[in-house]
Structure formats: C-alpha cells, structure tokens
C-alpha cells in the first residue's frame, strides 16, 4: 500500500467505527452529548462579537475545539486529555472553562494509572510550552506570566485529574460493594431455601406416616365392604363402590400433595380438567345423590395450561362437595365457558328442598381455593345468591405468565454474582467509599474557584 494512502485508510476506518459507536450507543446518550457539546461551542463563540478580540479566528477555532472535545472524551479519551493543550494556551477565556471537565471526565476512563498522569503531565507541560511560544512571538514572557500559566495548567489540568483518578477507582469499589451484598443475598437465598425444603420434607413424612395410613385402611375396609355389599345387599353395592373409589382418589391426591411439599417439579395431573374429568366428577355427585349437570361452553382443554386445568379441576371439585354437604338434595349446575385467553368455571347450586341452618365450616376450602387461583392471575367469587343457593365461579387464565409457587430460580442474581466468596470487609465499605467522592469534590474546589475568578476577569475586561 502507498504509504501516503495509510493515514486516509486509517482516517476512513476510525471513522466508521465512530459512526458506527454512535449508532450503537444508548439514543439518550447521544441527545446528552450533542447537548452538552452544542452548548459548550455556544457559550465559547456567543462572547466572540459581544466582546471582539484581537485574533478572532483562532478565537472561533479554540472554541469549535474545545466542543468536539467533549464527545471525543467518550471514546478517546487520552488524546481528549492532550487536545486541551491549545484550549489552555489560547485566548478564548470561555472555552478554557470546560477543560476541567473534559480532563476530569476523560482521566476516569483512562484505565492505565501510569498512562493516564502521562497524559496530563504531557498536556499540563504542553499547554504551558504552547502559552509561551504564543506569547514570545510579542515579546519575552515574563515571570509572573510563567507563574500564571503553570499554575492556571495546574487547577485546569492537574487538580482535575486527580479527582478524576479518585473517582475512578471509586467505581471498582462501588462494583465491588454491589457483589459481595449480591454474594450475601444469595446464600440467604439458598439458606433459607434450604430450611424451607426441610421443612416441607418433615411434613410430607409425617402426612404420609398418619394419613397415608389411614387413607389406606380406609380403602381396604371399603372393598371389603363393596364385595360383602355385593352378595349381600346389592342395593348399597353402588356406595360401597363409591367409597372404595373415593378413598383411592384421596390416596392420589395425598400423593400429589407430597410430592408438592417434597419440591418434586412436574407434577403430573393427567387428564384433570378436561371434559372428561369434570364429567366424572358430576357423576359421582349424582351416585352420591346429587342432581348434578355439566353445561360444557367450551373446546376441549386439553391445550390449556396444566396448573389451569388442576385449578378449574379443583373449582368444580370443591362447588360439588360443598353443594353436596350444606344444600342436599339441590340441583347443581357446573357450568364451563372459553373466552379465549380465560376459562371460566362456575358452580351454582339452588336452594336446598328443606332449609338447613348453617353448616359448621370453616371455609377453609375456599380460602385455599382463592390463593391458589390469585397465584394464577385468576380471579374467584364465591357467595349466596339473591334467589337462594350458593355461587362458585372462577376466571382462570389460559396461559398463566407466573412462576409455579414452589419452584425456585437457578439463575443467579447477577451475571456472575455470588459464584466468588466476598472479598475482605476491610476494602468494601461505605465509609471508605464515600470519604472516596467527598475527597474527590474537596479537590475540584481550587478549580472551580479559580474558573469562576477567570470569568469574572473576562467579563471585567
């Protein structure tokens, strides 16, 4: 390649690798920036024809300077420390203002400590050497003019460097902080998890030692008692059989029960809440002697979500029992509809033949029953109707957007978070961090001092 071609071709690809950073680069980021920058290059050029200078056009290019300084900070940041060099030495008073900024900005994402004090004692020398040689082609600066222009380098230049190296390695810190707090969040996470899972095994134990038990006498006796009430009252045959088949379905149901309180993911739930399954649930309400009818509005549901389908499973399951229990003798109306991202269930039983008084339930079945269709998204109502009788009625979702209620993320809380142990308390602590900024902003003031005594000279002038 020509070797007077190789700094266009690096030109043309720096430059489209900065179009391209600024595309990819947040939208409110480059608003900020391209605000910031216009009204650096406003305020550097409106004093310009207010108070005429003597060079205006290196007047007007120090200032156009000094505002492309401020996006180039972002990206080139040791080259924005250096490009203050002409801003410090010319004669643009305004334009001089936002060094400190610039330096203080770009020092922080310099990440080399070594190379960024070589930037700012190149520029904070620079700016002097260039302030004398602009002032020797006059005449010979003299000392209190030396003294000035290092010392004006030294609170433009070097004070804000140094906040900004401050400040810079307070943000490690801070990140460092934000680890160990996500650290300690995560193992009070897995800890209290872990007693949770304890917990919930020693009650499954116990349910399955003592209900389990029990459960399985009951249906032993009930098929002995199905098979004795064959031969011998064929009558009762049918209850009989409806007892052995009730007590092998709370035998599956305790199972099911465990398996939640043991943590045991993917819970199988068949075929419940589907035509089929509430269809069996209305018939053996009518062999209990109920005068059940299920009035299906609806496709089959077999494509809706499983916890939908074990919540509108439950519904109907609870509606029929309790009709069962405190309006004997009623008619009982399950009642399915699909509203496209909704199922609704409901459960209507009229008033009983005979009037009872109220049962002595605790209406535990529906507080549970409503938690869990909250937990869905769903909605439940249940209470008398104005005509007599008693209501039960869901709005389930089809696709519930909820995490199931026992299951727990693997995902750790932050992007590698909590796979290191804490660093040392004696590094991260707030205190430290913050007497960290407080000392950055106390160097800054003989800086801003200094610029607000150099505008107010300007403006005297």
């Known amino acids: 390649m020509n070797p ?17 950073a600024v595309r990819a680069a947040p939208r409110r980021t480059v608003v900020i920036e391209s605000v910031v920058a216009g ?19 290196p007047v007007v290019l120090v200032g156009v300077w000094a505002a492309l300084l401020v996006p180039a900070r972002r990206r080139y940041p040791t080259l924005a420390v250096l490009g203050c060099m002409p801003v410090i030495a010319g004669e643009n008073v305004w334009a001089t203002v936002v060094v400190p900024c610039v330096v203080w900005s770009a020092v922080r994402r310099i990440t080399s400590a070594r190379r960024a004090w070589a930037a700012v004692g190149a520029s904070a020398a620079g ?32 004070l804000p460097a140094l906040s900004g190296r401050v400040l810079g390695h307070r943000r490690p810190l801070k990140g460092l902080l934000r680890e160990r707090n996500t650290y300690l969040e995560q193992a009070r996470f897995l800890t209290d ?29 009930a098929g002995a008692l199905q098979l004795a009430a064959e031969r011998q009252a064929p009558p009762l045959a049918p209850q009989a059989e409806l007892l052995h088949t009730t007590a092998g379905t709370a035998m599956d149901e305790l199972r099911g029960i465990l398996g939640i309180l043991r943590h045991q993911s993917g819970e199988d739930i068949g ?9 069996a649930l209305v018939e053996d309400s009518r062999n209990a002697g109920t005068d059940a009818e299920l009035l299906w509005y609806a496709s ?13 499973h439950r519904v109907t399951r609870e509606g029929l029992t309790n009709a069962l229990k405190h309006a004997p003798g009623a008619r009982v109306r399950v009642t399915v509809q699909d509203e496209g991202e909704t199922v609704v269930i409901a459960v209507v039983n009229d008033a009983p033949p005979k009037p009872r008084s109220p049962g002595d339930g605790n209406r535990s079945g529906l507080v549970g029953l409503h938690e869990r269709i909250s937990l869905l998204g769903g909605v439940l109502h249940a209470g008398p109707r104005p005509e007599g009788g008693f209501a039960l009625s869901a709005r389930i979702p089809v696709r519930p957007n909820v995490r199931s209620v026992y299951a ?13 142990p804490p660093l040392s308390t004696e590094v991260l602590t707030w205190p430290r961090i913050l007497g960290g900024g407080c000392a950055a902003l106390l160097v800054l003031l ?11 000279m300007a403006v005297l002038q």
């Open 4 to 20: 007077v071609l190789r700094p266009w071709t690096r030109i043309r690809r720096e430059a489209a690798a900065i179009r391209n």
């Open 193 to 221: 998890e872990a007693a949770r899972m304890e917990e919930r095994t020693r009650i499954a134990a116990e349910m399955h030692d003592l209900l389990g038990h029990r459960i399985g006498l009951i249906s032993v006796h």
């Open 300 to 312: 089959e549901l077999t494509e809706v979500d499983a916890r939908s389908r074990q919540a509108v």
């Open 408 to 420: 727990t993320s693997s995902k750790p809380l932050s992007d590698g978070a909590g796979s290191r």
């Open 39 to 57: 009204l650096v290059l406003v305020c550097s050029l409106v004093p310009v024809p207010l108070v005429p200078p003597a060079h205006p056009v």
């Open 127 to 158: 700016s002097v050497v260039l302030a004398i040689a602009g002032q020797s082609r006059q005449e010979l600066p003299t000392l209190p003019y030396l003294v000035t222009g290092a010392g004006l380098a030294a609170l433009f230049v070097l």
């Open 271 to 279: 075929e419940r809440g589907t035509r089929e399954s509430l269809a």
């Open 446 to 456: 003989p800086t801003i001092g200094g610029a607000i005594a150099l505008l107010i």
